[in-house]
């Protein structure tokens, strides 16, 4: 039976968190949001994820939203709780994450008078702080607008239209009881199709990219960005790459869309590209490159090297609702769904087409000719194992390669920013999913660590590990007490090189900056990580990691491995060689 008891502003805002299926909230308490985590806790469906920081409290509901494909959510106070959301706000607006913020402010009527943390207008004008950093900013002053503040701010949080939203909220004003006819949560529609909205594919375009390019005997190569990158749309672009035999490569944050060991990928183009791909796409062999969901960002288009756009044909698709800057592309863009347009073209008729058998011959011939130049150039490769000071020490990419080998093909990936961000995208070979997941854009140091955790929960069937540095845990480390406080089940191997590795090697071989900035002390992770209730292994030889791997396996929580390694040269050559040329 429907209950009529009174709903006040802060219960309303949480059922309508439950009709959109949110089930994992992210939060720091303090005084200002009491209603608001009152009727969190009350919710029957939503759990409240309890965080170390603010940020990290942003990373992971960002993290949660990428593996649910519903939006994420995190609560904290105003003024230092929002002022702490701020990079986890840049890194998801970076990447286009729909995110919510909610943020309690101090009683409304004490604004203008010094209240303690009024972030208000006459405080320190949070609003105007995160203004640039989310689509909406909605100052809750009056309850009776709350039907139509809600509806504004959640309205775009979906993987159509990516908007982030913050809502801040006077402690008094959640308190406040609501009419009837302000219980948003009983506004009718159906979520299932709320939440699958999505922009729909352009038909001529799509018919004209078949008749001119995938339906002749030309030379088509296709390259996939993040908004390609999801496991929906990975099954239906393998399914078109079959039907039309062309080759895929990635970008970094498209990593994870096709699987790596297939005859038809290229591997990860820009950004720790590989061989092949960048062989394939600078070529002039190709008569058009097909690019899906990219902005061809400086990661993306290897230092927006001119090779990638010299004598073959652009073609664009992309469903972003903002405009790229992609200015240094003399190409225009196609609007057009990035899933849609890749079910449509798994849809298309090749059956009336008379030489489509011939087609494919002549593309399956050419794609023995580009499997003849290795997903890795073996000249550039490390072989050895000795390290920048001339130690013998073990080397990233054979630890990366050896966990690839180890860990189930459904593993969700969750990887952080710094030196071990290169090995990953160069030698773990994903199985293709959309299960590779990376803050791109902005890279914020130690996101993985705690996205990892939304991504779990939001994905609890599926095995998943963090792969981060020893820099990474120096900044948000305390956030594997949050997933031994809720037992989530999660595998942390830190990269252990006692330096932030990527700059320390330009340290010591170019001399670019003083040692004394780049090295790390070399800090005993796993006796952290048993501080703070944290089951740990420390591996210093590479045939120990099965062990560990397995010791891990029985623990019902989270598990640390740290992995000593040497400081080398990353795997990025063909990036940084697009770099040096003028």
Not at 76 to 91: C, D, H, Q
Not at 175 to 193: A, C, F, M, N, T
Request: proline share 4%; charged share 20%.
């Amino acid at each position: 039976m429907e209950s009529h008891a009174p709903l006040n502003v802060s219960k309303t805002v949480v059922k309508s968190l439950e009709v959109a299926k949110i089930d994992h909230v992210f939060l720091v308490p303090g005084k200002m949001i009491y209603p608001l985590l009152d009727a969190i806790d009350k919710s029957p469906s939503i759990r409240g994820i309890v965080c170390a920081h603010e940020t990290s409290s942003a990373f992971m509901a960002d993290g949660y939203a990428r593996a649910s494909r519903k939006f994420g959510v995190c609560v904290g106070i105003s003024g230092p709780g929002t002022m702490n959301f701020v990079p986890g706000m840049a890194a998801a607006r970076a990447d286009r994450i729909p995110m919510l913020y909610i943020a309690g402010g101090v009683s409304s009527r004490v604004e203008g008078k010094g209240a303690f943390q009024d972030a208000t207008l006459s405080g320190i004008f949070e609003s105007g702080v995160v203004r640039s950093l989310v689509v909406n900013v909605i100052e809750l002053k009056n309850k009776d607008n709350l039907q139509a503040e809600m509806r504004r701010a959640t309205d775009g949080l979906n993987w159509m239209r990516r908007a982030q939203s913050f809502i801040s909220i006077p402690v008094d004003v959640q308190q406040q009881e609501v009419l009837s006819g302000q219980d948003i949560s009983r506004k009718s529609y159906d979520h299932d199709v709320f939440n699958a909205c999505e922009v729909p594919a352009d038909r001529a375009a799509l018919d004209t990219l078949c008749h001119q390019y995938l339906l002749k005997s030309k030379r088509v190569a296709f390259l996939i960005g993040s908004r390609g990158n999801d496991a929906e749309t990975a099954k239906v672009l393998l399914d078109v790459a079959e039907k039309f035999r062309i080759p895929v490569a990635t970008t970094l944050s498209g990593k994870g869309a096709f699987p790596e060991d297939h005859i038809l990928s290229l591997g990860v183009y820009g950004f720790s590209g590989h061989s092949r791909a960048v062989r394939v796409i600078n070529s002039d062999e190709l008569d058009a490159l097909v690019v899906f969901g990219s902005d061809l960002n400086q990661r993306d288009s290897m230092n927006w090297t001119e090779k990638l756009t010299a004598r073959k044909d652009l073609i664009i698709f992309d469903d972003s609702f903002d405009a790229p800057a992609m200015g240094h592309v003399a190409c225009g863009r196609i609007f057009s769904g990035i899933g849609a347009t890749f079910r449509l073209l798994s849809q298309m008729d090749t059956d009336h087409s008379a030489d489509f058998h011939t087609v494919l011959a002549r593309r399956n011939a050419w794609i023995a000719e580009v499997h003849q130049t290795p997903l890795y150039d073996h000249q550039f490769e490390q072989t050895g194992v000795r390290g920048a000071g001339g130690d013998i020490s073990l080397y990233p990419g054979d630890i990366v390669k050896r966990l690839c080998e180890l860990l189930p093909q459904d593993t969700n990936v969750v990887v952080d920013s710094g030196a071990h961000r290169i090995f990953m995208a160069h030698y773990w070979l994903s199985s293709g999913i959309g299960n590779y997941f990376s803050s791109s854009s902005l890279a914020p140091m130690g996101w993985a660590i705690a996205a990892g955790i939304g991504i779990k929960l939001a994905a609890p069937e599926r095995p998943c590990v963090v792969v981060t540095g020893d820099g990474c845990m120096l900044m948000h480390g305390t956030e594997i007490q949050t997933a031994a406080r809720y037992r989530v089940k999660i595998l942390y191997v830190v990269l252990n090189n006692s330096a932030h590795g990527a700059v320390h090697i330009d340290a010591i071989r170019n001399g670019s900056i003083p040692e004394q900035f780049s090295k790390l002390p070399c800090h005993d992770w796993r006796a952290f990580a048993a501080s703070i209730g944290v089951a740990a292994r420390m591996v210093d030889r590479l045939d120990d990691l099965g062990d560990a791997l397995n010791e891990a396996s029985r623990f019902d929580g989270p598990f640390l491995i740290e992995v000593l390694t040497g400081v080398f040269p990353a795997p990025n050559r063909y990036y940084a060689e697009c770099a040096a040329c003028p």
